[in-house]
């Protein structure tokens, strides 16, 4: 049996490219005892992949070059000599930009299709949600009656953040490109406003979005969409640092605001991984799943078919054209059928 697999070729210098991706056929190594042989159904594609495209310091190496690209899958049990997996199991792991994966499985955790879509896993019920459940409560803690204000509002976190907060009575605050992902935002998930980082006026039409000011504002750009928000935080404003896409295919840092305002108005501005709060998970898995059940809690995925398609697609995210969690379909996913 042959897999496919996706691998680094070369780093890019500014801009990602189609061309610092190779193609592979390699066979499917044999399965040794305990291990799990999977089939990848569906991969994540995600912002922070550019970063491990590079080999600049951050708090994660970068994929050597030749190595199969880092990413999170969604995968179904092909044959198991590990006694904790059996064949048709569904998984969520971390098996990258192929077709196959043969591992212990030590980072498997195993899906139940009836809990929800098992897509979600890398979606909603997965990093993403996750990143915004602890980014918007644990490190934002925004309250009933305040001002919260989150760009790329429409994607895979951006989303769930404003939802959340919501759900806890605050005014929200979307800040997204093109005018049908505003639209979506305001009319689809209930955000009281939002506005277009392309408008030449964005700073005053924040304003005008945001009469009481900004209290909590979850930051997912960075660059000139941090600048106009940064302007408006109240006093004892907070400021989860989440992403800074606007910056990740620029070769040095862009200019930020001045710390002096930081100092003047008692801001938090924290920089988070989520990986370092699994301790919410359970939390996390708890909550997000039952307000899915309930229909409080919408999510919207960007489906492409095919891994060969997985380097173009993952360079749509850095210029908006992703609506919605940004997933590859690599194998046709079989829980579909009996989902009905
Ligand atoms: P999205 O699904 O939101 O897709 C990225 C979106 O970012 C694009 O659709 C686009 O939306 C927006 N964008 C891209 N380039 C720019 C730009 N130059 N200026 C303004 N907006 C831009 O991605 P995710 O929800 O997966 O990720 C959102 C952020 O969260 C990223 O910064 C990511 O790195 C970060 N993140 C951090 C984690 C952590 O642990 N700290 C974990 C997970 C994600 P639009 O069309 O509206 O401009």
Known sequence: ???????????????????????????????GDGEVLRRTL??????????????AASYAAGVPLDHVMIGGTVSQVIESTNPAFAPGDFVTGYDGWQEYHVSKGHDLRRLDPAVAPISTAI??????????????????QPKAGETVVVSAASGAVGAIVGQLA????????????????????????GFDACVSHYSDTLRDDLAAACP???????????????EAVFGLMNVHGRIP?????????????????TLRALLTNRIMIRGFIVGEHA????????????????????YREDVVDGLAQAPSALLRLFDGRNFGKLLVRVSPDPSQATRG
């Open 1 to 31: 049996m042959t897999n496919q697999q996706i691998v680094l070729k070369s780093r890019p210098v500014t801009h990602a490219s189609e061309d610092n991706f190779a193609l592979r056929t390699v066979p499917v190594p044999p399965l």
């Open 42 to 55: 569906y991969l994540s594609l995600d912002p922070y992949m550019r970063g491990r495209m590079g080999s």
């Open 123 to 140: 979606g909603v019920l997965g990093m993403p949600g996750m990143t915004a459940y602890v980014g918007l409560f644990d490190l934002g």
């Open 166 to 189: 919501k759900l806890t009575g605050c005014r929200v605050v979307g800040i997204a490109g093109a005018q049908e992902k505003c639209d979506y935002v305001v009319q689809e998930l």
């Open 212 to 226: 009481k000011g900004v209290d909590v504002y979850f930051e997912n750009v960075g660059g000139k969409v941090f």
């Open 241 to 257: 640092v989440c992403g800074t896409i606007s910056e990740y295919n620029a070769p040095t840092p862009t200019s930020g605001p």
């Open 279 to 298: 301790a919410r998970q359970a939390d996390f898995l708890r909550d997000c799943a039952q307000w899915i059940r309930e229909g409080t809690l919408k």
